[in-house]
């Protein structure tokens, strides 16, 4: 069995077009979609009319979360930007979203974390950047979940860990849309995949073991860059551009 495992879209139509047309060649027997579909300053309601048309099993993530249950004087303005553009079509969608799924007995699908679309798993902060967490402070954030495969996204940051004590693996995807972005929680800090391209994985049941692949697809990012700078949002242009995000100042 094959399975194609999309997080972090966050509204990059032209990103998500790629991965579209790559998953038509690796014909999958199945999708999931690991959430933050729509908020961006790109394209959300594109992104999710594309979206409504499948049938992906989609986790709702941290912003998509925003996006339907905040009020707009409360959101960032990535979240209003889509939060004003979305359908009542697109917003009923985006609302058969779940907070997990469990896929099959061995495969567990989160956001963040198990219990938090708004945690980070795979990435540990203490400092200007995340980095790979220690085995005790990932077992901690499962918060026992015994699921042998567990699927999250929310850091943007491609990632397949073992754990020795479990032998669990955790599955990161990394983001279709959007390769770096800074963020204030639990302080300033960027992530950063270091390159512009459209990100998603496969994981491939050999005779009862799991294989993974990183897909790391070309698009039109300079296209997506320049809506993004139209839209007044000049980092989100150079995460975009480059798979940076700049330097903190």
């Known amino acids: 069995m ?54 992906w099993p989609t986790v709702r993530g941290n912003h998509d979360r925003i996006v339907l249950d905040d009020p707009i004087d409360k959101m960032g303005p990535t979240d209003v930007f889509a939060a004003e553009r979305l359908s009542q079509s697109s917003r009923d969608w985006l609302a058969t979203s779940q907070p997990t799924i469990r896929l099959t007995d061995e495969i567990f699908l989160c956001h963040g974390t ?3 679309d708004d945690r980070y798993l795979t990435e540990k902060v203490e400092g200007p950047k995340g ?17 042998p495969v567990i699927c999250c996204g929310h850091t ?13 693996i955790l599955l990161n995807p990394g983001s ?15 992530m950063e995949a270091g390159s512009p391209h459209a990100r998603y994985a496969l994981m491939t049941n050999n005779h009862g073991a799991w294989n993974f692949q990183e897909k790391i697809l070309t698009y039109d990012w300079d296209t997506a860059a320049a809506e993004a700078e139209k839209n007044g949002r000049p980092g989100w242009a150079r995460a975009l551009k480059h798979g940076f995000y700049g330097p903190l100042s």
């Open 2 to 55: 094959k399975i194609a495992v999309v997080s972090d879209i966050h509204g990059n139509v032209l990103a998500l077009e790629a991965v579209l047309a790559d998953l038509k060649l690796e014909a999958p027997d199945l999708i999931v979609n690991l959430g933050d579909c729509i908020s961006g300053p790109l394209w959300p309601e594109e992104t999710a009319a594309i979206l409504r048309e499948t049938a």
């Open 114 to 116: 198990p219990d938090n």
């Open 131 to 147: 980095h790979l967490p220690d085995e005790q402070t990932l077992l901690d954030e499962l918060k026992g979940e015994t699921a």
């Open 156 to 168: 943007h940051i491609p990632r397949v860990i073992r754990l020795q004590k479990t032998g669990q």
């Open 176 to 190: 279709v849309g959007l390769p770096s972005y800074e963020d204030d929680h639990p302080h300033r800090h960027v």
